[in-house]
C-alpha cells in the first residue's frame, strides 16, 4: 500500500511511452518557430541554386551569400539605418496609440461624435499616403516629423477601429452591472470598457505595428536622408540591387520581430486577453 | 418597504410597435420580506426587478422604496442577474469584490469577508480562477457571492439557482435562508421552480404572462426555520396547488 501512489501515476503514463511523449511536447513548442524557418531555409537555397544555375545577372536577382555578403561589408551604416527606421516606426506608433485610445474612447462615447469624426476618419484612409507624403514634406519640412506623420497615417487606423469596436462590444449586462452599483462614467469606462476591450485593443496594436514599417518607409522614400527606405532607392538608382535587397529583408525581420514583441507584451501583461483570443479562433 | 404602485411597463420593439411587459403591477413588500416571484417566461419577472433595481423607469405608475421614489439605482441593492455576468479578465475574488471597488469599502476584512462568501457557496480554492475556468453553476454561486458582498438591504434575485443541479441547489436554497436569518434583508426571488419559491418565501407572487400581471400572491404559513421535510405538509401542498392552479389555469385557458 505504501506505493500505492507509485503504481497510480506509472499506470497512468507507462515508463516506456514517457521520452516518446517529451519529444511529442517539445516538438509542439518548437513547431511554430522550426517550420517556418525550415520553409525559409529551404527557400533560400532553392533561390541560391536557381540564380548561380540560370547564372542571373545579380542586379536583376542577386544570390542570398551574395546579399549578405554585400549587407556585411557596409553593415555600419545599415545598422544606423535600421536603427533610423526602428525610431520613425515606433514614434508613429506611440503617437498612434495616443491618438487612438482617446479618440476611439471620445467615438463610442457620444453618437454626435463619432458623425462628426467617422467622415473624417474614412477621409483619410481613403487618400493614399504615398500621395500625401510630399504634401507633408513641403508644409513640415523633410525631416522626422513628417516621417512620423505619414508612419501614423498608416498606422492608426486599425487601431483607432479594433479599440472602438472593443468599446461598444462589451455585453449589455455588465454596462448594466456597472449602473446598478452606481458607476460613474470614468468608473464605467476603466473598469469595465476598456478592460473589455484589451484583446481587441491588441488585435489593433498589432495590425498597427505592421503597418508602422511600412508607413516608415513610406515616409523615407520622399523626404529622408537614412533609413531603410532611403537606403534601398539609394541603391536601386546606383543598381546595387544586393544592397536594396538586403534592406527589404532587414525591414520584414524587423515587421515580424516587433510583431512578435507585441504578442508577448500581451501574453506577459494580459494574459486572460491572449487566452480569449486563442479560443475565439 | 419596498412598494410597487401601478406600475406598467411598455417597450418599444424595433419596428417600432409597443411590447406591453408588465401591466398594473402592485405589491407591497414589507422589511425583511422573503417575496418569491413564479410565472411563465416572458411573463415580466426580469423586468419587474430592473424596474425596482432602478435600471429603467416604469412607463405608468411608481415604486417607492421607505416611501422614496426609485429614480436610479440604489448602493444598498444588491442584484444577482438572471445570467453570472462575471468580469472575465478577473479572477473570481476580484469579481467578488467588485461592488466594493466600485462603491468604495475595499480593504482586508472586505476580502476576508468575500473569501468567506466564497467557501460558504462551496468555492473555496477557486479564488484566484478566472471565470472561464468555472462551469456555469460555479459562475452563477461566485454571482450570488458578489451581490452579497456589500451586504444590501435589498436582494433582487433572478432566477439565481437556474444554472445549478438539483441537490445544489437545495444546499444553496438552505444556505441562502441562513444568511438571511443572520443579516436579514429584503429579498426578491424569480424563480421558475414552485417547490422552491414554497420553501423559500413569505409570500408568492403568482404572475401571468402576455401582458405580464399579478395574478395571484400566496402566503406561506410554513414555520421557519425552513427544511425540506416540510414538503410533505400540508400547508405546503396547499401553497403549491394553489400556484400551480394559476399556472394551469392559464394554459388551459
Ligand atoms: N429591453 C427590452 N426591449 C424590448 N422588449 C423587452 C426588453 N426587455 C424585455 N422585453 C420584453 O418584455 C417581456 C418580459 O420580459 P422579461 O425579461 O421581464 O421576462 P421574464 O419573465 O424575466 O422571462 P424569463 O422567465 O424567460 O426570464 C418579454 O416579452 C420581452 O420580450
Ligand atoms: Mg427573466
Redesign the interface.
Known sequence: MPNASVDISSAAAPPERRPARRVRRLWAGARPVVLPLAVVVVLGLAWEAAVRFFAIPEFLLPAPSLIYSEIMAIRGPIVGHTLATLQTTMLGFGVSLAVSLPLAVAITASPAIANAVYPLLVVTQSVPKVALAPILVVVFGAGETSRVLVTFLVAFFPLVISIATGLLAVPPELVELGRSLKATRLQELFRIRLPYAVPFVFSGLKLSITFSVIGAVVGEFVAAERGLGYQILAATAFFRTPIAFGAVIILSAMGIILFQAVVLIERICFPWSAQEETSRR | MIEVAGVAKTFEAQDGSAVPALADASLAIARDEFVAIVGPSGCGKSTLLRLV???MRPTRGAIRIDGEEVT????D?G?V?Q?P?L????TVLSNVL??L???GGLDDAAEARAGALLALAGLAGFERK?P?ELSGGMQQRAAICRALVHDPRILLMDEPFGALDALTREEMSLELLRIWTERPKTILFVTHSVPEAVLLADRVVVMSARPGRIADIVPVALPRPRSFDQESSAEFQACAQRIRGHIFRRRAA
Open positions: 433595481a432602478g435600471l436610479e439605482p440604489r448602493a441593492i442584484i442577474f445570467a455576468t468580469l472575465p479578465w478577473a467588485f461592488p471597488r466600485i462603491l478566472m472561464r
